[in-house]
């Protein structure tokens, strides 16, 4: 990055004012409700560095940043995330989950001084989500996660190096994708049901998991209501191990209730 961006970067940095640091003593970062069940403790630990992994991690990211300028910052009206190294980052739809486009700072190419890029960023805003261009080398790991826990910021990582990264405690993983929307072959694609799990040392023993509408049709972000199954009518009396047949086309049958049992 040339040095005249970094100089407007750090600029930029100043208008935040003192109001976007979250510091490690005043509880976790916040995410979406949705993600509350799944994140160990209902949010982010400050100062934790945090990793994204499977298919639709990039949904995950606008989910977490919809989290945090949605309801971060001191007064929980919202907080501040940049976005680096991540070009394709979908604002639009970041907005359709909550998001507040205002305080998303979009750094798309850092270049090679993307490690001066994160540092600048760490001490003011809450959440940093960051596609490394490259391996990170070990002095840039103890610089930007010594930050990290010095002012708060949680650092997310996502990409091809993420798992390059040494000490992340957490991580955030989208498995069993499902698109709704498409019938033999044609249709519009209208929402995605995934579980995401969480493991790591923040997340002890099996992990957590939920199964999330990431996104619903209407572009937000919300669990998957588990349905019960419809009862099916028995015809006469079933024996143990006996088959159970399915209600037989046709109307249903008409049930009568004595009056007397309370139904008019």
Do not use: N, Q, Y
């Amino acid at each position: 990055m040339p040095e005249a961006a970094l100089r407007d970067l750090a600029a930029a940095l100043e208008d935040t004012g003192p109001a976007a640091l979250t510091g490690a003593g005043t509880g976790t970062v916040p995410v979406l409700p949705a993600l509350r069940t799944v994140v160990p403790g209902g949010g982010l630990r400050p100062g934790s560095v945090v990793g994204l992994d499977g298919p639709g991690a990039a949904s995950l990211c606008l989910a977490l940043a919809a989290g945090v300028s949605r309801h971060g910052g001191e007064d929980g009206a919202g907080g501040w995330c940049a976005v680096v190294g991540l070009p394709g980052f979908g604002v639009a739809a970041a907005a359709g989950m909550g998001a507040a486009p205002e305080r998303l700072l979009l750094v798309d190419e850092p270049g090679d001084r993307w490690p001066d890029v994160v540092a600048a960023l760490a001490e003011a805003v809450e959440l940093i989500l960051l596609s490394p261009p490259e391996r990170p080398g070990a002095a840039a790991v103890r610089r930007l996660s010594a930050l990290a826990r010095k002012h708060g910021c949680v650092l997310t990582l996502t990409g091809a190096f993420a798992r390059d990264w040494p000490g992340t405690r957490l991580r955030l993983r989208v498995e069993d994708p499902v698109w709704e929307g498409l019938a033999e072959g044609h249709g519009r694609l209208t929402g995605r049901r995934v579980r995401v799990v969480a493991e790591g040392r923040d997340a002890p023993g099996p992990g957590r998991r939920a199964d999330l509408w990431l996104p619903a049709p209407d572009g937000t972000v919300r669990p998957v209501e588990t349905a019960r199954p419809p009862l099916e009518l028995v015809p006469g009396a079933v024996a143990a191990g006996a088959p159970v047949h399915p209600r037989p086309s046709g109307p249903p049958p008409l049930v009568r209730v004595p009056a007397e049992e309370g139904i008019a």
